[in-house]
């Protein structure tokens, strides 16, 4: 498997030299990518082919569920090297239908460490079990579920000190939340955009997308 990895990565290099000679040396010269996606783990969710964009287009953190762990001092890191340094002003967290950690979040059966993980799901879907409780069967709650986990993301997002501090300075960083449908293969807006000015420590998730 691994020979035959090797081999498609050298038949894609190879045809991506054929069709644009300086490709490669243009990509190794500069990381100038216009946005900072946080998605989900995910095998059948990749950020570039996706959202339709080549490598260095796009700077990438991706965990189980595109949880924003207030101390995954991973996705910090990354924030603040997106922000700082690579000056993305476009952030989006990424989550998808049908996502396996918000099925686990949800399904009673032990998964270990990736139980402590998902907590914050849970913690979502009792906060807003009436609402979950209108959708039609367990699936249409999951991903309702899965919606509303990328909308807290974007707000623990904007509650960071990282992107706190770079609004105070006044860079023009805005945070989108979106939703991936595996069936359709179509990102959906969920209108929880946040901007400079927008956004205040401590509002509700309604508050902060109005």
């Not at 207030?70 to 996502?99: K, P, T």
Request: overall charge negative; some cysteine; glycine content about 8%.
């Amino acid at each position: 498997m691994l020979n035959d990895l090797l081999a498609r990565n050298l038949a894609w290099s190879t045809q991506r030299h054929a069709e644009e000679p300086e490709y490669f040396t243009r990509l190794a010269a500069l990381q100038a990518p216009e946005f900072f996606w946080i998605g989900c783990s995910d095998s059948r969710v990749p950020a570039n082919v996706i959202a339709g964009l080549d490598p260095g287009e796009v700077f990438v953190h991706r965990n189980v569920a595109n949880i924003v762990h207030s101390s995954d001092m991973n996705l910090l890191s990354s924030l603040e090297f997106a922000v700082d340094v690579l000056q993305v002003r476009e952030i989006i967290v990424c989550g998808h239908y049908g996502c396996g950690g918000v099925r686990a979040a949800t399904d009673d059966l032990s998964h270990s460490l990736a139980d402590h993980w998902l907590e914050p799901i849970r913690r979502l879907a009792r906060a807003f079990a009436v609402d979950l409780g209108r959708e039609s069967d367990i699936e249409a709650q999951r991903d309702r579920l899965a919606e509303l986990n990328v909308v807290e993301g974007v707000r623990r997002v904007c509650e960071t000190p990282i992107l706190q501090r770079a609004w105070t300075r006044g860079a023009d960083v805005r945070v989108h939340g979106l939703i991936y449908g595996l069936k359709d293969g179509r990102l959906r807006d969920l209108d929880c955009s946040i901007g400079p000015g927008h956004f205040q420590t401590g509002q509700s998730l309604q508050e902060a997308a109005r």
